[in-house]
Nanobody
Framework: VQLQASGGGLVQAGGSLRLSCAAS????????LGWFRQAPGKEREAISS????????VYADSVKGRFTISSDDAKNTVYLQMNNLNPEDSAIYYC??????????????????WGQGTQVTVSS
């Protein structure tokens, strides 16, 4: 199992970015995928997760209405569309995966596999 996150960068406040998490070694339909972020000096924050099997998804209150998680089975990739970004969204963003279980898309669930981070910086 490997996860490759990409798509981070520098954007002005109010702008948008789309993060990608390319998965290999497993089928998305058998896993739950999540996005996390961690800013300097802050704890890691779970921001969204999706179960591609049924399309169910959840979001943290801090990103609800601005971020959208989605999956593309053909590309074995999960995306995080981030709109209306603000400086507080600046962080390293990570994707993670774990086999489907009874926890489903629970935002604070544990994950077995992690990708490397991608830096998102939002300037004011």
């Amino acid at each position: 199992v490997q996860l490759q996150a990409s798509g981070g960068g520098l954007v002005q406040a109010g702008g948008s970015l789309r993060l990608s998490c390319a998965a290999s070694g497993f089928n998305l339909d058998e896993y739950v995928l999540g996005w996390f972020r961690q800013a300097p000096g802050k704890e890691r924050e779970a921001i969204s997760s999706i179960s591609p099997y049924d399309g169910s998804a959840v979001y943290a209150d801090s990103v609800k209405g601005r971020f959208t998680i989605s999956s593309d089975d053909a590309k074995n990739t999960v995306y995080l569309q981030m709109n209306n970004l603000n400086p507080e969204d600046s962080a390293i963003y990570y994707c993670a995966a774990t086999p489907i279980s009874s926890d489903g898309c629970l935002l604070g669930r544990g994950y077995d596999y992690w990708g490397q981070g991608t830096q998102v910086t939002v300037s004011s």
